[in-house]
Structures are given as C-alpha cells and as structure tokens.
C-alpha cells in the first residue's frame, strides 16, 4: 500500500517553461513533507521541505505547495533548466513515529530539454 | 561528499550466494537507515537503527539481515540472494538531534544483480 502517491511517473518541460510534480497522502498524522533530487548515480538528496501550517514555501526557482484538506502537496519548478533532469521523491513523516522515518513516492523522473 | 559511503559500488553475484553491502559515514550520525530503489517503486525502507544497540524492520525487511558494528557502520546482508533482490540499495544517516527538519543523508548506492 503506497502511503504517498506520486505523479506523474516520468515529464518531459521544455527550458524555460515549469514542471509540476504532485503527490497526495492519506494518513492526517504526517507532519512533514521534504522532497528530494536524484541525479543519476547519485543517492537523493534534500531539496526542499514543508510543513502543514504554511500553504507555501519557496526557495529560488522551486516553490511547494501544500493543501491540507485536500491532502495533496505539490513541486514546481519554474524556469525549468537542463540541470534540473533527475529524478525528484516526495516523502512524508508522521511524528507519530518518532524516529524520522520517511515514507516516499515512487519518483518522477524529469527531463528538461535544451 | 564523501560523508556516505557505500562497498561495493556494484555488485553481479548468483542466486543463492550471501551477499554483504557496507555502509560507513563520517558525519557523526546516529541513525542509519538501507532502502532498495526500484523503478517504479521508488525508495522502501529495509531496516533502521536508531543507534548501535536498536535495529528496527522496515516495510521490506524480508530476505534481509543487519549489523551496527559501530555508530558509523552499518551492512546490509542478503542471506540467499535471489532474483528479485536485484536494485539499487542506498544507505542513510540522520541526526537525531535534527529530529525537527528528518533530513536523511544518502550514500551514492550500490547497484546489485543477482543472476
């Protein structure tokens, strides 16, 4: 059972232009939502992170937002670049866990074209 | 970055072989972690430890054994590889005293075959 669903699998953006990567969950006792980049060969690292009492957060060209009756939380890039091509998890944590556990999605792999 | 580092980079072994992947890490860390990726399937998590003395399943621990042989080492064993072990496996840290942000620090993987 996938606790956090990501779409879509695989997206190809043109330079410039903006790519989106959505993810919903289920379980209301998450309490933070990190994502992490992957370029190949590489292991993921932390690109962002959110938690549920803002609805937005940004950092230079990446911006989460997060809806929390809806509970879905999504990443975009704007001004997608060539060196934005690798492969982005959204994860959660439930404090409940108390071990900083994370749960991920199953990875968008993105392709930005020249 | 060499703060994660994982032995061996890529593995090709047989099925029924016992098979040992290496962790170490240097930043100090008290929680480890191993995931195996899969397309597809993105990251599951094998087993955890909170520090040498705790080791927890994951959601896939199945096929799978573990030793913190000290705070900075952690290994992943399969005890009779097969098939359907074939991906790449990550090893993670994290600090607890970072309990707030769970930022996990990855190795740069292993890739296995098991024929």
Redo the contacts between chains.
């Keep these: 059972q996938q606790q956090v669903k990501?779409s879509p699998?695989s997206l190809i953006v043109q330079k410039g232009g903006i790519s989106i990567i959505n993810c919903a969950y289920e379980n209301t006792a998450f309490d933070?939502f990190?994502w992490y980049q992957q370029f190949p060969?590489?292991?993921?690292?932390?690109l962002i992170?959110i938690r549920p009492d803002v609805s937005e957060k940004k950092e230079g060209r990446f911006t989460i937002s997060f809806n929390k009756s809806a509970k879905q939380f999504s990443l975009h890039i704007m001004d997608s670049q060539p060196g934005d091509s690798a492969t982005y998890?959204c994860a959660a944590?439930s404090i409940r866990t108390g071990?900083?556990?994370?749960v991920?999605?199953?990875?968008t792999r993105l392709l930005v074209s020249p | 970055d060499a703060d994660?580092t994982q032995t061996p980079r890529n593995r090709i072994t047989k099925t029924g072989k016992r098979i040992m992947l290496e962790c170490s890490q240097t930043k100090g860390h008290d929680?480890m972690y191993w995931?195996r990726q899969d397309p597809?399937?993105?990251?599951?998590?094998i087993y955890?430890s909170?520090d040498v003395k705790d080791i927890?399943k994951?959601e896939i621990s199945d096929g799978y054994s573990v030793s913190r042989q000290a705070q900075a080492k952690f290994s992943l064993s399969l005890e009779s590889a097969i098939p359907n072990q074939t991906a790449l496996y990550?090893c993670?840290t994290?600090d607890?005293g970072l309990?707030r942000?769970?930022?996990?620090?990855?190795?740069?993987?292993t890739r296995l075959t098991v024929l």
């Excluded at chain 2, 597809?40 to 998590?45: C, E, N």
Aim: no cysteine; charged share 10%.
């Design positions: 990501q699998q933070y990190p060969g590489k292991g993921p690292a932390l992170a998890f944590r071990f900083q556990k994370l991920f999605g199953t990875g | 994660v929680r995931y597809g399937l993105g990251l599951r998590l955890y909170f927890n994951g990550f993670a994290s607890s309990a942000t769970s930022e996990q620090f990855f190795g740069p993987g």
